[in-house]
């Protein structure tokens, strides 16, 4: 069971339970379970996903997102998507609906990437142009979680020991604000997340690459 801490949307009948459980008040006051909630999970990449679907699976009902403009390479862009499918198929082989994942793909806007992070090239990660970076791909996530009724969503970007959660979970719960959409703040990394998911993406044949998704992160190792 996960414990994470909800940002829950205002108004609405619906709430989510500690178990990852749809539940509603019935005319006496009573809770009743409505199924599992829905969540989408943005992800980068196979390898960052493995850990964080291991753990949110038992509880909730996945559909990864994989919208990702910041990488910009599309040759990178279509490796990273076809090992996350590779990963997702894997996993799936042994459930059963609804344990099984579903993926989605966002659109590839890399001119709109470049335009908001591009000036900040010449930064190293960890710069502002990273803040700029969470912001277009959590505002996006939160936008389509509620545009496509999902009870909420999360970011496998917590699992990454080179990002910061505590900025990335500010951005995401002011978008769960702005669109009224649950959003389920977990440091994957915690838990010994991040080793978890190394061990995954080695025992399910990923490729790992050594960077973060941007051409200019990837000229910081040449
Ligand atoms: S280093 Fe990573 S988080 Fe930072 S701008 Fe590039 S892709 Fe985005």
Not at 18 to 28: I, L, T, V
């Amino acid at each position: 069971m996960t414990n994470e801490k909800k940002a829950s949307p205002q108004g609405g009948g619906i709430c989510c339970c500690g178990d990852g459980k749809s539940a509603y008040m019935d005319m006496e006051g009573g809770e009743k379970q409505l199924g599992r909630t829905k969540v989408l999970l943005p992800s980068c990449c196979g390898t960052c996903s493995t850990a964080c679907i291991e753990r949110l699976a038992p509880d909730y009902e996945i559909t990864v997102f994989f919208y990702n403009p910041n990488i910009n390479e599309k040759d990178e862009y279509e490796k990273r998507k076809a090992n996350q499918i590779k990963f997702i198929e894997k996993f799936n082989e042994t459930k059963q609906a609804p344990f099984k994942v579903s993926f989605m793909e966002g659109d590839y806007d890399v001119d709109r990437y470049e335009t908001v992070c591009g000036p900040f090239k010449d930064e190293p990660e960890g710069s502002h142009r990273c803040e700029l970076c969470f912001r277009l791909r959590l505002e996006k996530t939160a936008m389509t979680a509620a545009m496509r009724n999902f009870d909420s969503f999360t970011t496998t970007l917590t699992v990454s020991p080179h990002k910061d959660y505590d900025v990335i979970s500010s951005i995401a719960r002011k978008y769960a604000d702005i669109y009224k959409v649950g959003f389920l703040d977990i440091d994957f990394k915690k838990k010994d997340g991040f080793r978890r998911s190394v061990e995954l993406s080695k025992k399910y044949e990923l490729y790992r690459q050594n960077y973060c998704g941007c051409t200019w992160s990837k000229w910081w190792l040449e």
